[in-house]
């Protein structure tokens, strides 16, 4: 049976008398590929760091292919892509030849491979220019061809691409990933974007405070979120409390408006639960365009503009809302308008820690 | 003014004529701040070093020390120095006093806390995630430091001039434990003190003048070196 890429078992991670990471177990097939969210501070990085053997551990064990003697080794048999892209002083060429050189290969083998390194990212022409006369999107290239060119098995991004624009940040996943998948990598991914985190890998580790709060499919996290954190990292813009009124036929969101309990989706099994919905779930101004429960007269409060249509946040019934306003539709803020939910969209927040870890 | 006049001239006149008296203090003066200054940057700049790039514990205090090493009065260290060359002293029986050796000694111990300090300076002010990113792209810890010592070798190469400034322009310490002997211990600093005692302005002068003229050409070397590897950065 082909040994696990990484296994952590009961890892701990201090600065000074502070865990910053605490992970019961994770383990992680050859081939996978895997997204890391989580707000600032969750230990993303530190968990990254922590797979390739970047800092001591207070308690536990990390293992990679099943073997943990030789930390050197190992730790060379992986690479990680930080954020800006350190560089020593000198030649794009001399830095990407730098991971060979320290694994004591140069000369003509060094050479080709360096050129190769240089031609999949498309960075032949500026193999000769310092580093620090780069572009941002340069750099990040010159950091990717730098990572790829020893052949690591286990690729580590720590937000790799936050310094560029959108576009440029999605060519090059789009890129990297095809690389990944072509060979074979077992690749970690920390990021801020969700979208593009959940776009990358198959298996979304989600942290919260150094610890895992969630892990799964896409379809899992975003369809059964276990915990407001989670939620939240999603990009749930609505969390209520729910509590199923005496007659069991009701149930009040955000405990006080009622909506009849029969068009909410299954779950609510116990008296009371956090339920989750986006923004696009909550219709205002226009009639409804499909199933919907009408939640009453809302008060519009503020109106926050955005690229896929201005956020309204609402009072409604003295329950606060965000609804998605959309394009064409005009509203004010002090004004009342009926608000409908699209009771399809929402989701029940587990609350517990099933299947975490 | 004529004596400052006189001096000048006296001075070059030394110079020129390769004084052999002037040039075997001079060359003293090279041996024992040369090897002082050397000593030092072997001591300091690895003790910078692991000061910027390890953590153990009584690391803090350590750093206190080699800053206060840096301040440390010349004097202070000339009397410790002497204590503990004297014959009656802990190494009494290696009869270093009054010799050459124990004004390198004295000259280490007031250099090197400088090198130590401006190293460890040198090497924090780069980023603090450069040895994260090293030991990630394969280095050995050994590999790392070698590549952060290589990064910041700016800021260590001033390290370097400002230990053989401070080892080259040392007078109280040499004064105490060299005995300033003709011949034996004499280097440009204690010979411009004794000069001007006697009143030989001429002589202090062109002692003055030779160990300037020194310490320029000495830190001219480093400064181009330094340059250069500036020029390499850009």
Redesign the interface.
Known sequence: MMAKAVELAGVRVARGERTVLAVEALAVEQGEMVAVVGPNGAGKSTLL?AI?L??PVAAGQVRLFGEHDDP?AL??R???V?QDG?F???SVRQNVA??LS??GLRGAAAARKVGQALELFNLGHLAAR?V?RLSGGERQRVNLA?ALV?DPEIL?LDEPFSSLDKSARTHLLQELAAIIRQRGLTAFLVSHHFEEAAWFAERIVMLAEGRIVQQGTLAEVVGQPLNEAVARLVGYDNLLACTLAADKKTVLLGDKLPVAAAALPDGLAADRRICAFGAEAVQIGLLPSSACCALGEGVVKKIVPGIHGAIVQLDCGGVGLKARLSSGTRLDEGAKTPVWLQSGALRWVYGGTKGAE | MTYIGQGLGEAVRLLLQLDPAVLKVAWLTLQVSGLAALISVVLGVPLGCALATRRFRGRGALVSFVNVGMGMPPVVVGLLVSLLLWRYGPLGDWQLLYTPWAMVIAQVLIAAPIVASLSFSAIVSL?E??P??L??????RL?ADR?LI??AKLGLLAAVIAGFGRAVSEVGASMMVGGNLKDETRVLTTATVLEVGKGNYELAISFGLILLVLVYLVVAVLTVLQQAGKR???
């Open positions: 760091a390739g970047l800092l050197l730790r060379r992986c690479a990680l930080l350190l020593l002083t000198g730098l991971p320290l694994r310092p620090q730098r020893t580590l | 980023d995630r450069l994260l990113q030991l990630a792209l394969g280095a050995s590999q590549l290589k990064e390499g950065c850009s």
